[in-house]
């Protein structure tokens, strides 16, 4: 399959170690594609949906104790602990090696080696990195071909000695205590072995595309982040692009597949969809940022997405799409909690149980049919706002950079930032109150720095650091904003309709990248006067929209206080230029 030396040698010395039965490599054709998937039918490591309302759709289980990122078992291994900072797991390397290497001896025995050569970013781009991960799975083969470009075309590009990701993958017995995930920077490897789970075991991910890539983005000057990349195209026909970040339970995947609302349609308005969980920017020659998604498939949480919450998306998983940990019902098709329908009247629930919609625990709690982290992966150009700029070697232009969460009372609608330096200190203190559904306790803050906490590979103190130095070096910088979705009244009900509606707040915040949009200076930064905001069909009272567009001087303090303690992490490591930020913040808000 290939002559490139040191990839040959290193599958060698994995299969010396795993001892596989044999290796297939993956060309990325299609014969070979199902072929691999009638194996994995037959095996049942996949189940065969109704292919008269599923066409090309796939069933998958994971092991019930094997359903989501396992963060505790993630590891960042350097040789010293202050290099990988206190928001993340540490080991040296010499010890992740061995502690992996003892579960992957022999793992592979009785199992197939698939070699898959990847590439992040179209082959052949200025952005793009090139990866293998050997895995014993199936199931990782058939996503990696949904999630990124996989074959013969990234052998052809490594040649006889091209620089790859060398990424490891052994389900092993598939124990939690004998799970690690472990990245190598300094070797340029990951080793993923014990899991089964997308997120722990696609190694192009998070592991890749994140974790690693922010690593080599500090080092070579450029941006792997935590983002959605979105194009908006207005009535003229003008496209301006920007790039999101949101802590998880904050519509970011809703907002990258975002329908406009019917006043804005009329006046023109589209939306097309770049990508919607990770964005690569690099400064170009014009000065400005530019901005590409290095996968080709979206790796989405189903629970909680239906014809309301994202349309799209729906359209999106229609066909050609592999479902895990959902419910599966009689007639082989699927379905889960707040979704669209009815749920059935039984069904088979993700854990391969017998299910009914009136069961319940002993707790008297409902037993869910599908786990709340169920996933669907389909390819992105499915997408009906998928946009052929996708493919685009260049990337788009990036307008402007927001970022968001979840605050009942504090943050407004949007607000704009002073400048870059003051944009990064409101990405760097981005933070969500925890919900019902999620673990910890209700309304507690949960600061997830540009929504990368569990995802940058090194200190994170100076990847602030690099965010700052990226702004110094662009002559054209995007500008910088926050929005909240979720502001609610004094009775908890949400003020803003949310949904296809945030495009309202999207239209200002382009307005004001070009200088055209009425904004009030503010403690906190810029905020829309109220009528520069087009609210046309939207039964909003003055005194609500007073209320999502107010800034608390007295909640705005004691938000400072709980920024000065989280930025107390990083002790003396944190950016002077953050600390200048904060102590302007507080002079502002009590002058």
């Given at each position: ?29 299609d ?8 194996e994995?039918v ?21 092991a ?16 010293r ?13 010499e ?8 579960i ?16 992040l970013g ?17 199931y990782?083969?058939?996503n ?24 490891l ?76 970040a949101f ?44 901005g ?27 066909r ?29 629930d ?58 009942a ?8 930032s ?12 981005m ?11 209700q309304?507690?803050v ?18 602030f650091?690099?965010?700052?130095q ?25 003020l ?21 949009a009425?904004?009030?200076a ?16 939207l ?14 001087r ?15 992490t ?22």
């Open positions: 399959m290939t002559n490139h030396a040191k990839l040959n040698a290193w599958v060698q010395e994995a299969a010396a170690m795993c001892q596989p039965d044999k290796i297939v490599w993956i060309d990325g054709s014969a070979q594609r199902d072929q691999l998937t009638a994995a037959a095996s049942g490591e996949l189940i065969k949906l109704n292919q008269k309302k599923h066409p090309g759709c796939y069933y998958h289980r994971t019930k104790n094997d359903v989501a990122r396992t963060e505790h078992l993630t590891y960042i291994c350097m040789p602990k202050e290099e990988v900072g206190p928001t993340n797991n540490w080991m040296t390397p010890e992740g090696y061995r502690r992996a290497g003892e992957f001896k022999g793992s592979m025995k009785g199992r197939t080696l698939y070699v898959i050569p990847f590439s179209p082959v052949g781009s200025v952005f793009s990195k090139y990866g293998v991960e050997l895995t014993d799975s199936i990782v083969v058939l990696m071909l949904i999630m990124v470009r996989c074959g013969q075309a990234v052998l052809d590009r490594l040649g006889t000695d091209g620089e790859f990701t060398k990424c993958h052994g389900k092993a017995d598939l124990d939690d205590k004998r799970r690690l995930i472990l990245h190598f920077p300094q070797d340029n490897a990951v080793w993923s072995v014990g899991s089964g789970y997308g997120g722990n075991v696609l190694l192009s991910k998070k592991c890749m595309a994140l974790r690693l890539a922010s690593c080599a983005a500090r080092k070579e000057g450029w941006l792997a982040e935590h983002m959605l990349i979105l194009g908006i195209e207005d009535p003229a026909g003008r496209i301006e692009y920007i790039a999101a802590p998880s339970a904050c519509g970011k995947t809703n907002l990258a597949m975002l329908i406009p609302p019917e006043s804005m349609t009329r006046k023109g308005y589209r939306i097309w969809t770049v990508g919607d969980d990770i964005a690569w920017m690099r400064i170009d020659t014009d000065g400005a940022l530019w590409l998604n290095p996968e080709t498939g979206m790796f989405g949480v189903a629970p909680g997405t239906n014809t309301k919450s994202n349309p799209n998306a729906m359209a999106t998983i229609r050609n799409t592999v479902f895990t940990n959902v419910l599966l019902t009689e007639n082989k098709t699927v379905w889960w909690e707040d979704g669209d329908g009815n749920p059935p009247a039984k069904g088979i993700w854990k391969g149980d017998p299910w009914t919609p009136d069961m319940r625990d002993a707790n008297g709690k409902p037993v869910l049919g599908a786990h709340p982290n169920a996933r669907f992966t389909t390819p992105l150009s499915q997408c009906p706002s998928h946009t052929f700029r996708m493919e685009h070697h260049h990337g788009v232009p990036i307008s402007a950079i927001i970022f968001g969460g979840r605050r009372r504090l943050a407004p609608l949007v607000y704009q002073y400048s870059w330096q003051h944009g990064v200190f409101i990405g760097s203190t933070a969500s109150e925890r919900t019902a559904a999620q673990y910890g306790k309304g507690e949960r600061r997830d720095p540009m929504a990368m906490l569990p995802f940058c590979g090194y200190n994170m103190a100076e990847y650091m690099h965010w700052l990226m702004g110094q070096q662009m002559t054209r910088p995007p500008k910088i904003f926050h929005v909240n979705w979720f502001r609610q009244d004094v009775d908890g009900q949400y803003w309709p949310g949904y296809g509606e945030n495009l309202r707040a999207l239209e200002w915040i382009l307005a004001r990248c070009r200088g055209e009425e904004g009030n503010t403690p906190i930064g810029y905020v829309p006067t109220p009528d520069s905001l087009d609210l046309t069909g039964n909003l009272t003055e005194e609500v929209l007073q209320e999502l567009l107010t800034v608390d007295e909640a705005w303090l004691k938000e400072t206080q709980d920024i000065e303690e989280f930025y107390r990083f002790n003396e490591k944190l950016p002077h230029a953050l600390r200048d930020e904060l102590a302007s913040l507080k002079r502002r808000l009590t002058t």
